[in-house]
């Protein structure tokens, strides 16, 4: 009988990383107006050109997080991505909480899910860590 694999840790984050961003990259493509809305205005170029970009990301990173080769490089790159994309969420959360006609459970998980990047953060970071022998 074996016991775990040594990188059972990493490996097991890693999947887990590579289901939300192959899901999220997707999600991109298949109803990008829901992501364009929460681009913040202030950014130059139109929002659907960073809803496609920060959707190839995904989904490369996703592809990335699969492979034992690649997984460290794409767990660091999960985690700087994760961190590129809030002001998305920041102005996904002012937008929901200035809209009066939201109910306030839909406004209290607008400010949740701003929460959600420091799980996703450390979960990329504990994907990249070295393997033990």
Sequence with gaps: MTGPRPDGPQRSAARRLAVIMLGAGCAH???P??????????LPGRARTYTYLSGSA???IGAGLTTTRARRPAAALA???????MPAKLQLTADL?????KPRWVKAIGVVQLFWQLP???EAIRAGRPTRT
């Design 29 to 31: 493509f298949l109803v």
């Design 33 to 42: 107006r829901r992501f364009d809305a929460i681009i913040p205005p202030a």
């Design 58 to 60: 995904a989904l490369v």
């Design 79 to 85: 985690a700087a991505f994760f961190v590129a994309v």
């Design 97 to 101: 909480l200035r809209d009066e006609s």
């Design 120 to 122: 996703l953060i450390t």
